[in-house]
C-alpha cells in the first residue's frame, strides 16, 4: 500500500478546478494506483477486431501493466482474456500476434485452453483428483475481461463494476463513427504493423498534449516551420507535395489554432477541430468523393468529408486522427516511461491514394522517426526533469477557466479545458470505489 492507498481525500487535494500537483507526473506511488484504479476502471483500448480475423487468431496487448489477449472466437467474436495461466501464472501467449488455431496451451506445464478460456486439458489430471481443486479459482480457466467491441474497436475493462462502454464514452464516439464512415463501405482495417517507440515521460504528459493547440507555433517551429520556409516562394497554386501539404499547417497562427475549437464530454474525452482542423486543406480527390456520394448520398458524404478532427482522445489511452485514419496509444511502462503505438488503418472501399496519404502522415508525425513527434517528445522530457525543481510545486492549468466546468462543452482551441477535463475523470477514477 502506497502511501496514498487508503487517503481518498489527500488523492483529491492534488487535483483543484485550475492547476494540478506535479506528484501527478513523478510519484512512483500514484503510478501503481493508477494502474490499479484508472487503468482497470476504465474502458481500455486494445486492439481492433481486423488484427484478429480468423478463427483462433489472437493480440497480445497491455492494460496498464497488465498482459491480455483478444482472440476471435467459433462464433465470430472478440473476447479479451487474461494473459496469465491458470495453472503458475505464466504468461500463456507471447508473441505479439499469432493464430492459436483451437486451443491456447502454457508453455511451462502444457495446461490447455479454448479459445474462451476455459480449461480444455491438464497432463495426468487424475493428480488432482480429491484435492479441492474442482472449488478453486483455477479450475475456472483463463479469466475473461469485460469487453466491447465499436465499429472494430475493441475495448475492455479490468473492473469487474461500471458503466458499459457506450455509457462510458457517451457522444464521443461519433468521432470513431465519423473515421469509419470515411470508408465508402463503413469499415476499417489495420494496414501494415505498429511504429512503437519509447517516450521519457509520464503517459499523462503525452495525453495532455494531444489537444493543447497553444504549443504548435513554439515546439513545431523548427521542423514544421522549415518546411514552410522551404516552400514559401512557390507560387499560390503550385501543387502541393503530400509531406509539405501535412507538415506546414503546424505552424498555423494562435488564431487558426484558437478558432478550431474544441469540445469535451464527461469521463476525460475529448476531441479538438469542431469547425476546422489542419487537415481542412488536404486535397480533393474526385474519384473518392463520387464513391462517397453513391455509398451515403450527396448530403451525407458531405458531413463525412467536411468533419476533419484533429485528435480525439478517448480517455485515457487512446487517440484517433479520423481525418487520416490513424491512431495512437499509450501504454504506461513506469511513472516516467511511456511506450507509444502508432498504427494506420486501410479504408476498404477508398482509392490507394488514402492509405498512401495515412500512411505518409504515421511516417512524419507519429513514428519512431519523425520530425514533429521528436519535438513533442523532447517537450515532455524537459517537463519529466522539470518538474523535479523545487519551488512551486503546482501546474497551472487556469487558460479560459472562468467558472465551474462540467459535462459536453464547447470552448476555443486554445483554452486548457480539455486537460482540466481529463484531471476530473482522473481524480474521479482514483478515488471513487468501483
Known amino acids: 500500500m502506497t502511501r496514498w492507498g487508503d487517503d481518498p481525500d489527500a488523492i483529491r487535494a492534488l487535483v483543484r478546478p485550475d492547476a494540478v500537483h506535479r506528484d501527478v507526473y513523478t510519484d512512483p506511488g500514484l503510478f501503481r494506483l493508477e494502474m490499479e484504479r484508472v487503468f482497470a476502471r476504465a474502458w481500455i483500448y486494445v486492439g481492433h477486431a481486423s488484427q484478429v480475423p480468423e478463427q483462433g487468431d489472437y493480440l497480445t496487448a497491455e492494460i496498464g501493466t497488465e498482459p491480455v489477449l483478444m482472440i476471435r472466437q467459433p462464433d465470430g467474436s472478440v473476447r479479451v482474456l487474461r494473459n496469465r495461466c491458470a495453472h503458475k501464472g505464466a504468461r500463456i501467449v507471447s508473441e505479439r500476434t499469432g493464430s492459436a488455431g483451437r486451443f491456447l496451451r502454457c508453455p511451462y506445464h502444457n495446461w490447455s485452453y479454448r479459445t474462451d478460456g476455459t480449461i480444455a486439458a491438464i497432463p495426468l489430471r487424475t493428480g488432482y483428483d480429491g484435492t479441492g481443486f474442482a472449488a478453486c479459482e483455477a479450475a475456472s480457466g483463463l479469466r475473461a475481461v469485460a469487453s466491447e467491441t465499436y465499429r472494430g474497436f475493441v475495448f475492455a475493462r479490468l473492473s469487474d463494476t461500471g458503466p458499459d462502454a457506450a455509457a462510458y464514452f457517451g457522444d464521443s464516439l461519433s468521432s470513431i463513427d465519423y473515421m469509419a464512415d470515411r470508408s465508402p463501405v463503413g469499415e476499417l482495417e489495420i494496414a501494415g504493423g505498429v511504429l512503437r517507440y519509447l517516450h521519457d515521460c509520464n503517459w499523462k504528459l503525452f495525453v495532455e498534449n494531444l489537444n493543447d493547440s497553444m504549443h504548435p507555433m513554439a515546439a513545431h517551429a523548427s521542423s514544421a516551420g522549415t518546411a514552410k520556409e522551404l516552400w514559401a516562394d512557390q507560387p499560390a497554386d503550385a501543387a502541393k507535395p503530400m509531406a509539405i501539404e501535412q507538415l506546414v499547417p503546424f505552424v498555423g497562427s494562435y488564431d487558426f489554432f484558437d478558432g478550431m475549437g474544441v469540445r469535451v464530454f464527461p469521463n476525460g474525452h475529448s476531441f479538438s477541430g469542431v469547425h476546422f482542423s489542419i487537415h481542412s486543406g488536404y486535397g480533393a480527390v474526385p474519384e473518392y468523393d463520387a ?144
Open 291 to 434: 464513391a462517397m456520394e453513391q455509398a451515403y448520398g450527396a448530403e451525407r458524404a458531405r458531413d463525412i468529408l467536411g468533419t476533419v478532427r484533429h485528435n480525439t482522445v478517448y480517455y485515457p489511452s487512446l487517440t484517433i486522427k479520423g481525418a487520416i485514419q490513424a491512431i495512437r496509444v499509450a501504454r504506461p511502462v513506469a511513472v516516467d516511461r511511456t511506450v507509444l503505438e502508432s498504427w494506420t488503418f486501410r479504408p476498404r472501399g477508398a482509392p490507394d491514394i488514402f492509405l498512401k496519404r495515412n500512411v505518409t502522415y504515421t511516417r512524419l508525425i507519429n513514428s519512431p522517426l519523425s520530425v514533429v513527434g521528436h519535438d513533442d517528445q523532447a517537450c515532455y522530457r524537459l517537463i519529466q526533469e522539470g518538474l523535479a525543481a523545487g519551488g512551486n510545486p503546482w501546474v497551472s492549468l487556469h487558460r479560459d477557466h472562468r467558472g465551474p466546468e462540467d459535462g459536453v462543452m464547447t470552448e476555443n482551441g486554445t483554452s486548457e479545458v480539455s486537460m482540466r477535463n481529463q484531471f476530473r475523470a482522473w481524480a474521479a477514477l482514483m478515488t471513487d470505489a468501483p
